[in-house]
């Protein structure tokens, strides 16, 4: 799960993480009062959104009078904001951050996420913060600094003078950075996050360090035991039909290609995905129905799928192991009564009652497609989709 900047900033001050003085706005009229009640100028208004990239697509302005603040504000909240990050739909602005605008000296980057190739965390620092860290670590990787914590002992004072040394800090701004570091770590850790991300830190004219952008993401699983943390959560930002998914307890992620495909097990989803593009098509979706699955959840499955526009082929592949064939071939005749399915369904079914599947997928009168084996399935539906 992800959370605004906002957000991740309130979490920061529960760690005396330093962040600039501020408060959200859902209006432009509120954003001038806060500005008002802050009494320091400039001030910087950014708009909240779950993407990265607003400062290059106008979503951070720098502002020298309350005016500027209330239109600054007006000219941001319902706008539609495009960054590298939101893809080209981009994201409506619901919320400002009005903050109070640093002098800033030297932008920094810092994160720690978990590495699984070393099963260690992984903290990251820059001296090069503030820009593209991707391009960074893409042309110029040795210009970021990697330190790898065995999560069993913990943050050492070795690993923050580690980071410090690979951000070039001199030894005043160095006595601030060790204690925010391991708070960031505590945090990290505590709340069982996949990412928390500083871009950039700064060091300001006056000698501070301070997170001026704040990024925090979540695993998911783990949320059950962060109920405060559900309560950040913005359904606004999130994919209709994954909120929909979610409901029902299927595992869908939307994608962008145009084959829609159901599959029991994760990884066998997973392999799906992969022999559909080695076949030369794209996957709509991805959707484990889960081992249990029953003909009602198969039904909200198809629905689901049918209801992104792009889909215009289904791939079902199933293994029946505890999902018998046959409940799963009643879920799709029942999906087609009530639904309707419109486009081409290619099938690929075996184990455990597999004739009594077959029997009802083939005098539903459906007229669905049978395939031999998986591959035999994806180079039949990677034919229909070039067709269309
Ligand atoms: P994003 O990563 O989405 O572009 P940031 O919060 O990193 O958003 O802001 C982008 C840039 O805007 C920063 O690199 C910084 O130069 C400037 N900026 C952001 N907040 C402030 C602030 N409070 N004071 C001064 N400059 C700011
Ligand atoms: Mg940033």
Redesign the pocket.
Known sequence: MKIH?YQAKELFRRFDIPV?AGAVASDPETARQIARDMGVLPL?V?AQIHA?????GG??K?LRDLNEVRTAAAGMIGMNLITHQTGPDGKQVKKVLV????E?AR?LYLSIVPDRKSARHVVMVSRAG?MDIEQVAEKTPEQITKIYIDPLLGIQAFHCRQAAYGLDLPPAISQQFVPMLRSLYKLFVSYDCSLVEI??LVITTDGKILA??AKINFDDNALFRHKDILEYRDLNEEELLEIEASRYNLNYIKMDGNVGNMVNGAGLAMATMDIIKRAGAEPANFLDVGGGANAEMVENGLRIILSDKNVKAILINIFGGILRCDVLSNGVVQAAKNTGIEVPVVVRMEGTNIEEGRKILTESGLGLIFAADLKDAAEKIAKIVRKK
């Open positions: 900047e600039p910087v950014k990265g990239g607003r400062g290059k979503g951070v720098v903050e109070q605008a640093l800033i932008e503030g871009n950039p001026l952008d």
